[in-house]
């Protein structure tokens, strides 16, 4: 018998219940394992092993050469670019950049040498092959540990120990190996019998849904992209690798049932992963689940599983996820697309474009090339963003009318239309947007219908108007008039967005009216962190602080922590503050009415002791710094979204927080 002993290898789950009650704790008793075993069972790990430390190596390798290629391809013609403007300069620096491009051509040809030899020893389809159906029987082999009946999902809790006791790396070359296959060598998918490649696919949708039985998120993250390229491709001319898998992803039920909603969950977690580099990354897989989000919708099996999945607090995460991404994106974006415009204006002068130095027109233009890169980049993460709230918004409404979301999706939408036609576009006028992904046009047109698609809901309108920071009257009449003079949209559609933006101005009159009428608010029903008067005031457990209903759960839908001390926290947790409520009911009722209110209460407050001890601390600490950060996380709170550090900083929110508190 062979043994193998394992040592500083990642087991796929760590072995703990999903919840710390006893009724889900798993007796504590050694596992059980047989003292010997069959020579088939042998031979199966035997391979295992032996592909783990032999050709999922090399295609580790293999991988990590043509991502070198491509780099050295790149840096490459960005010097032979520039070749002509070295005749200019001192022979010695010259001769500096001819020694430098002929380097990187040699290194470009051993790179090249290295993967050729690779190539005979991996591009044989029919080991491939042999490699590919032996994952599948791993993968078959795995589904049978976790208990998988074949048809129900989530999977249940506690994992089992006989599976969370095993390596990781018997998921993962399952996974590196369909990557590379996709990647390289598709034509190997062809030669596998429906049942297999239906084997596989439900491997992937279990590991994708299941984060208590898959702690890796790369793990995940990886089988999304399999399953993304193995869908059929909407590009006319185009053949992917999942043009003969397409009736895989209508028969299989199990995958037509869940596929969808757990790529909308996967979509909320691969938010923090837990590396360095979750920011990057995050963008980098979602651009995956986008294009597999676009195919299902197209499909009405799995359409009406988004549906029903729209009706769930998963959903809204998902669309919150959708807004922040809009969000950050497409401002990164019109951030470069200026500075783009600047750089072309100054390279288009051309008397004043020659008489610069060598250096600092290189300088120049590798700045330009860079902007340029990232404002595609961005662009093509906002596009595909603003595309899934388009198709989504046209047939579910409602989800996107959650007092959690309306003003930010209200907010997000202003805030695309003053950046399209408002009175600074003309700085996003670049050559040739279309080679970036900027086609302002076609995203008018989109934001337009979206607006079209909420105007039938009786709170839209109204959010649209509160909205203080984009919403400007003069942008929708221009609007308006741009998509009826360039014929972006049907005449009836044209109507409709006009007719919204006259109630979006009703509203805004009527607000106006109501806040001359209630005067000044009392402090005890105001939100400590919108300043505005609560309509479902509630208690938070562990700061007894009362916040709005609505804009703690639009903090809750990017981080679980109660905002003011950090502490876990969930909706369910909250306390509704009855008595407070009916006292601010009554007060806009008499306000409303012409008549005076005097308040009968105020919010939790500490003891005296407490309070004495507070403001004396408050007159010490509280400087004009604290309040800079205190409006810092307000906006944070409120939107969502931090527009400082992208990967978050608690140290600095954990101060924001607390200075925010003194505040009150």
Sequence with gaps: MFVFEYR????????????????????????QVSESFGTISEYFFLTI???????????????????QMYDVKKKEDELESQRGTWGAMPAHIRAQYEKQLQ????FRDKLLRNRVALDVQLMDEAFLLLMLRFSRLQAVFLMRTMRFDGATLPLSVPVPRA???????????IADLLVFLCHFQPNVFTRLTTTDMDDLLLFMLICVGSPVYFTNPYLRAKFTEVISLLVPSKTPGYRSVGDGFASLFITNKVVVKYLAPFIMKFYVDIEFTGSHTQFYDKFKYRHYMANLLDYMWELPEYRAAIKQEA???????????LINDSIFCFDEAITNLQQIRVLQIEISNTDEWNAREEKEKQEKEQELSQAENI?????????????????????????????????????????FLLRLVGPKCVG????????????????????????????????????????????????????????????????????KFSKLARDVQNCLNNEKGQDELLGDLPDEYTDPVTAELMKDPVLLPSSKVVVDRATILRHLLSDETDPFNRSFLRIEDVI?????????????????????????????????????????????????????????TTRTISDGTSTGNPEGNEDEDLKAAMALSMLE
């Design 103 to 106: 380097d990187i051509k040699d």
């Design 311 to 321: 009706a769930s607090d998963g959903f809204v995460r998902f669309v919150n996820m």
């Design 576 to 632: 509704p503050a009855t008595e407070l409520k009916a006292e601010i009911d009554a007060f806009v009722k008499a306000r409303l009415s012409g008549q005076d209110y005097t308040p009968t209460s105020s919010k939790a407050k500490p003891s005296a002791s407490e309070d004495s001890a507070e403001e004396d601390a408050s007159s010490e600490s509280i400087t004009r710094e604290d309040s800079n950060v205190s409006v810092a």
């Design 163 to 173: 599976f969370a006791s095993l390596p990781e790396h018997f998921v993962e070359s």
């Design 8 to 31: 500083h290898v990642r087991i796929i789950a760590a072995y703990l219940p999903y919840s710390c009650s006893p009724m889900h704790r798993e007796i504590e008793e050694a596992l």
């Design 428 to 495: 996003l006028k670049v050559n040739d947007p279309e080679r970036l992904g900027f086609r302002p046009k076609e995203l008018l047109a989109q934001v337009s219908d979206i607006y079209v698609h909420f105007s039938g809901s009786s709170v839209f309108a109204s959010a649209v108007a509160h909205d203080g920071r984009s919403y400007r009257p003069e942008v929708f009449q221009k609007a308006t008039k741009i998509l009826s003079q360039h014929a972006l949209r049907s005449e009836e559609s044209v109507k």
């Design 49 to 67: 092993r032996a592909l783990h430390i032999g050709p999922m190596r090399t295609i580790a390798h293999y991988t990590d050469i043509n991502k």
């Design 375 to 415: 404002a595609k980049y961005n662009l093509q993460q906002a596009n595909e963003a603003i595309n899934m709230i388009h198709y989504f918004s046209k047939e579910l409404v409602e989800p996107f009318m959650v007092p959690a979301l309306v003003d930010r999706i209200a907010a997000l939408l202003n805030d």
